[in-house]
């Protein structure tokens, strides 16, 4: 069970990452609580992949033995990307919203109501 | 395999055919007209044509506004629509708020309620 | 009242989510605990990488293999989500530019 | 081997590249000028609709099509050296993905024929194209995908795209409010659905959906499965825009341009298409669908009353549209939920398919009427200059075609009988009534609000003194509405080509997952 520490870290970075999304009232900060639970959840991807005692799975200069999974790798390397195209968009949008409101509070961001 | 050319569609309860329907309604409008024909043929221009709006005599170009339209009925449902603009906040935070209550929601109702066959 | 409940709500992900991180099993026990950090339970798909990638695609790299290789055509659609991003921030910020309306 | 039996062997890998071509490109061929561009951007559009019909023809015809890429042959879904796992990315398209890339290459050119008009003008129009094929693209993978981290990239193309469209019209600021609400709900969905693929990844060690639908059976349904299966299942009820998550479907609905609101409104309609394809194909075998299916219907409920009350109340005519389509997702929901609670019990044959076709065909009907809705509702604010229902009056005076579609996409989105929004909703009544009568009552309720609302719009809005001097929109704008009035008479009064084409295949798909199961992992044909 205490094996599985990377894995429980990966839950609490989640759990942050959302509290920073309901609770806190700056539009930059709930996009930082977006990208950590983006950062969570590419973690837990790569820790799935994990063989004990793996290498990582490239032949040059391999001294043999188990590999760890190169799936997971290469989806995070995916999601990652995918991940920074996301925070550019939001944070653009902030910037466009703190010009027009003079605010970035989320109680005074709402215009659209009801 | 169906005939996709055939308009009449059948229901476990019953079958339905536009055509047939455009066909009654059709005849409906014939029949009013008939009885339109069949009305008084004294009336004059003037005699029952002025325009009343609540009782009020309204010239021909009041327009009641959109919100306005309804009005009983929100006033009826006053209670049910307060609670509505309560939870319609427009906040970012409550909308992920939501989310993540309709996610516990559904975990536990899976979790009591035979998710797991 | 919002905290209250929203604590709740937070409760139940924190321990669902804990659960998905400890895994001591199943809820009926039918299946023993199903991903242990370190010793997957299944790897057929990803052995099948390691061990065809450096014939079937020439590089010693594995990942290399499956990002532009048997999994490439997700390559292609994170470089449509740039696209859109950089699409998209030019959209937005397009009156900051100083571009006509 | 010629161009004809290239595009056929290629059919749904080509029905994502062309889109994407044409959107790589836009910017650039916007270089030669706009008239240049909108005939590109057009002919693309309407090839890809070409594409999607030829995909619903071949898998009327020939089954379930199966595509891998850099397989060879293209449809070797299992190498043999592989032990029986599919290793590559496998595209499969069965009688609901067809349908759905054929309502989101539909609007897409329905929507592109419009925006020649009522975009004109305006600034940046190279990326407004190009987030538009895009946006196609993003719909088009949704559906025809059957790998669940290349649906993942799909959503985050849609979301960001549509995302990006909302704000085109900054409208002080108000757009991009809008957007950047749909984008934080729309990412963190997404997340929650790659954590979902994480955990399934790291229970069966596979990404496709039939292989883990397959593995899921043998090892038995666990723990966290459900988590999983909550995850995507709620995550795929907020992008489509059920009741407790549906916050941000008025703000983007109602701040993007006309001709968005309706691309947006069936992206999200290809989210619940992948509500669907999850529940039947991926889970539909292991979970316990009856419990699935109640949670779809109780969501389907709360959606259609909450949607269409809260309407009533609006006086922006787009936001009151887009609460309506809240509403009607709701119907949706409520059908299909049905055939999900009776699927493997002998209530399924008697109505349980038959509220799925319902559901389903309800699914088309709304990308005509509510697309046309929307349309009329950009025209609208395209003369007007607002969208303030209390500002507007009397546009039936001049604006006399605008008027009629309107009124063609009001009744029939209220199910008057000879447009095609009755005969889904009989169906939907007919059907539901024999699981829960309850249920068909509310259905009749929210039909007859919705009714109302529509009536108040056409009362304010068009009936009443002249008070603008405006002249008709644009040729290319009727053009948009008139194709979809077309079809909404069309399946109003034939609606079993529709069902028999489309919705029928769609339906009995969706309820098979061990053809679907089969079809890929039998090795391919």
Same mark, same amino acid.
């Given at each position: ?114 | ?117 | ?101 | ?382 003369? $007007?200059?607002? /969208?303030? =229902?209390?500002? %507007? !009056?009397? #546009? ?7 008027? @009629? &579609? ?66 008709? $929109?644009?040729? /290319?704008? =009727?053009?948009? %509405? !008139?194709? #979809? ?7 109003? @009064? &034939? ?31």
């Amino acid at each position: 069970m205490i094996f599985n520490a990377p894995f429980i870290s990966v839950m609490i970075l989640i759990i942050f990452g959302l509290y920073a999304m309901v609770f806190r009232r700056n539009l930059i900060k709930v996009v930082i609580g977006l990208d950590i639970v983006e950062s969570a959840v590419n973690l837990f991807i790569v820790s799935l992949g994990y063989v004990k005692n793996g290498i990582a799975p490239i032949y040059t200069n391999s001294p043999g033995g188990a590999m760890v999974l190169p799936t997971p790798q290469a989806l995070t390397l995916t999601s990652i990307v995918i991940g920074v195209a996301t925070s550019a968009m939001l944070l653009s949008f902030c910037i466009l919203i703190y010009r027009y409101y003079g605010t970035l509070d989320t109680r005074k961001v709402r215009r659209l109501r009801e | 395999m169906m005939n996709p050319f055939n308009p009449s569609i059948s229901t476990p309860s019953g079958i339905w055919n536009p055509l047939v329907w455009i066909l009654v309604f059709l005849l409906s409008l014939l029949i009013a007209y008939v009885i339109y024909l069949k009305g008084e043929k004294q009336r004059k221009k003037g005699m029952q044509e002025e325009i009343f709006l609540s009782g009020n005599k309204a010239d021909g170009n009041t327009h009641i506004k959109a919100s306005n339209i309804g009005w009983g009925y929100l006033e009826a449902m006053k209670g049910y629509y307060k609670l509505m603009r309560d939870i319609h906040t427009g906040i970012i935070n409550d909308y992920v708020g939501w989310f993540l209550g309709v996610l516990a929601t559904m975990l536990l109702i899976f979790l009591f309620w035979g998710g797991v066959r | 009242m919002r905290n209250i409940l929203m604590l709740i709500v937070f409760l139940t992900i924190i321990s669902f989510f804990m659960y998905v991180a400890i895994n001591p099993g199943d809820f009926n026990s039918q299946t023993g605990e199903h991903f242990v950090f370190g010793s997957p339970k299944f790897t057929d798909m990803d052995n099948y990488f390691i061990h065809n990638a450096q014939n079937q695609t020439g590089a010693n790299n594995v990942v290399t293999s499956i990002v532009f290789d048997y999994r490439g055509f997700d390559t292609l659609g994170e470089a449509s989500v740039l696209f859109t991003a950089v699409l998209g921030v030019g959209l937005a910020l397009r009156l900051l530019r100083g571009d006509k309306k | 081997m010629s161009v004809w039996d290239f595009i056929i062997t290629n059919a749904p890998a080509l029905a994502i590249a062309v889109p994407l071509l044409g959107a790589f490109l836009t910017p650039l061929i916007y270089r030669a000028g706009r008239k240049t561009a909108l005939i590109w951007v057009l002919s693309v559009l309407g090839f890809t609709e070409f594409l999607a019909l030829l995909l619903v023809y071949l898998v009327n015809t020939y089954g379930i099509q199966v595509y891998v890429f850099g397989g060879n042959p293209s449809t070797l879904a299992i190498p043999p050296d592989s032990g029986g796992i599919p290793i590559r990315i496998i595209f499969t398209v069965d009688g609901m993905s067809a349908f759905t890339a054929l309502i989101s290459s539909t609007i897409g050119l329905v929507a592109g024929i419009y925006s020649v008009a009522s975009e004109k003008g305006r600034g940046a129009q190279d990326k407004f194209f190009a987030l538009l094929l895009l946006l196609v693209v993003g719909m088009m993978g949704m559906a025809l995908t059957g790998d669940l981290f290349n649906f993942f990239v799909f959503l985050e193309i849609n979301s960001l795209s549509a995302a990006a469209l909302v704000s085109y019209r900054i409208h002080g600021g108000k757009a991009v409010e809008a957007a950047f609400k749909y984008a934080v709900v729309s990412s963190i969905g997404a997340l929650m659905i790659l954590f979902a693929i994480a955990i399934l990844y790291g229970e069966y060690d596979a990404l496709n959906m039939a292989m883990i639908a397959e593995r899921m059976y043998q090892t038995g349904f666990s723990a966290m499965d459900m988590i999983a299966m909550a995850l995507i299942v709620v995550t795929l009820a907020m992008k489509c825009g059920a009741v407790p998550m549906h916050y941000w479907v008025p703000d983007g609905y109602g701040e993007a341009p006309g001709e968005i609101s309706a691309m947006i409104m069936v992206a999200s309609q290809a989210s619940l298409y992948g509500l669907f394809r999850m529940c039947f194909t991926v889970f539909g075998l292991s979970a316990n669908t009856h419990s699935l299916g109640w949670f779809l219907i109780i969501l389907g409920l709360l959606s259609m009353f909450i949607g269409v009350t809260m309407a009533f109340l609006q006086h922006d005519i787009k936001r009151l549209m887009a609460y309506h389509s809240v509403s009607q997702t709701g119907y949706m929901l409520l059908g299909v939920g049905v055939g999900l609670a009776t699927l493997g019990t002998s209530a399924f044959n008697q109505y349980g398919l038959f509220a799925m076709e319902g559901g389903i065909f309800h699914i088309l009907n709304n990308m005509l009427y509510k697309g046309l809705l929307f349309l009329t509702a950009g025209a609208i604010i395209y003369r $007007v200059g607002t /969208s303030d =229902l209390n500002k %507007m !009056g009397g #546009l039936a005076h001049t604006m006399k075609f605008t008027a @009629i &579609f309107y009124l063609i996409g009001a009744l029939a989105i209220a199910g008057i009988p000879p447009f095609n929004g009755f005969v889904s909703k009989l169906m939907i009544y007919e059907s539901v009534y024999q699981l829960n009568p309850f249920l068909a009552v509310v259905a009749a309720i929210v039909s007859m609000l919705t009714l109302a609302s529509f009536l108040k719009v056409f009362h304010s809005a068009f009936m009443g003194p002249k008070l603008y001097n405006v002249k008709e $929109v644009p040729k /290319s704008m =009727l053009i948009a %509405m !008139g194709i #979809l009035s077309f079809f909404i008479v069309l399946f109003g @009064i &034939f609606p079993n080509i529709a069902m028999t084409y489309l919705v029928a295949p769609a339906a009995h798909a969706l309820a098979d997952p061990v053809g679907y199961i089969t079809r890929v992992l039998g090795g391919g044909a």
